[in-house]
């Protein structure tokens, strides 16, 4: 790779700099406020301080299972109907079973492990 003049070099960091930023944020990012946002304590209707949404934890660990490692890393904007869709075909595939084996821990006769609740 030939050398770059550092005028070049300071042009093309700050165009990548410039185009994360049109792209505007990523799916993990916005996850991550997501989560914030519901671990905030607020007054609840008996006076005491509770998060906004006290199974916050279960909501984070389906966004972190599921979303995260397929979208994660993509900005926001660029997600289609169809990245969704087929998200959610293979989230339901899972929970149904389909294609799943038993643990070779789990006692026979088990059956496919069913993920979710």
Do not use: Y
Not at 92 to 113: D, K, Y
Request: net charge positive.
């Amino acid at each position: 790779m030939k050398a770059m003049d550092p005028a070049e070099l300071v042009a093309l960091l700050s165009q990548k700099q410039a185009d994360k930023v049109a792209q505007g944020k990523t799916v993990d990012e916005i996850i991550a406020e997501r989560v914030a946002w519901m671990k905030a304590p607020v007054l609840k209707a008996d006076g005491e301080m509770r998060p906004r949404i006290e199974t916050w934890s279960n909501v984070e660990s389906d966004l972190r299972r599921f979303i995260s490692p397929r979208l994660g890393k993509m900005a926001a904007s660029t997600v289609t109907k169809r990245d969704i869709a087929t998200l959610s075909d293979d989230i339901v595939s899972r929970q149904q079973g389909v294609g799943r084996q038993c643990p070779p821990h789990a006692p026979r006769g088990l059956g496919p492990v069913q993920l979710g609740r």
